[in-house]
């Protein structure tokens, strides 16, 4: 009972092309090929996220270095501000020796002179108090000591300031 009927004609020769044992055999390099993408997917996605891991931790240590470079650029700048000040650049002029310039004159396109040039005035003792800390009766100018006249020895401030009266030699 365990016997095939045998094929005869067209089916027998179709049994001969396409045997029926052989489906078993067709299926393991199918099972092999679908294993092989799907192992390769997968060892291409971890190489992937690997990849784009690395980037972030780049990118992180990128905007630290940004916000650290922005930072010492903010410092810097303030450094320039405090030194392009009025103030700081009228006392660093006053201590290399300069004085406020006098009345400027201007020339025309045609040559004649406009204005009258004036000398610059001589510097007051005071010139390192600000104006605003100075009391009325000092506002006024008042004569620079002469080389060997004794002056004081620290700078005058607001709350020692009394009205001046100028030194006399040989006291």
């Known amino acids: 009972m365990s016997r095939k009927p ?3 004609g067209r089916a027998a020769r179709l049994a001969r092309i396409f045997p029926v044992n052989r489906g078993q055999a067709a299926r393991t390099p199918f099972v092999l090929l679908v294993v092989l993408l799907l192992g390769g997917g997968l060892i291409g996605l971890l190489m992937l996220n690997s990849a784009l891991s690395e980037g972030a931790f780049q990118r992180e240590d990128l905007r630290r270095d940004t916000k650290n470079l922005t930072d010492e650029e903010q410092a810097l700048q303030q450094d320039i501000d405090a030194y392009s000040a009025p103030d700081a650049l009228q006392r660093r002029a006053r201590e290399l020796g300069m004085v406020p310039g006098g009345d400027p004159a201007f020339l025309a396109p ?7 040039p004036s000398a610059a ?7 390192d108090v600000p104006a605003v800390l100075l009391p009325p009766e000092l506002l006024t100018a008042t004569p620079y000591p002469t080389p060997g006249t004794p002056t004081e020895t620290a700078p005058p401030t607001a709350t020692t300031l ?10």
């Open 6 to 8: 045998e094929l005869r």
């Open 162 to 171: 009394q009205p001046s009266t100028p030194p006399t030699p040989g006291r």
């Open 121 to 127: 005035p001589e510097p007051s003792p005071y010139t």
């Open 110 to 116: 045609d040559g004649t002179v406009k204005g009258a």
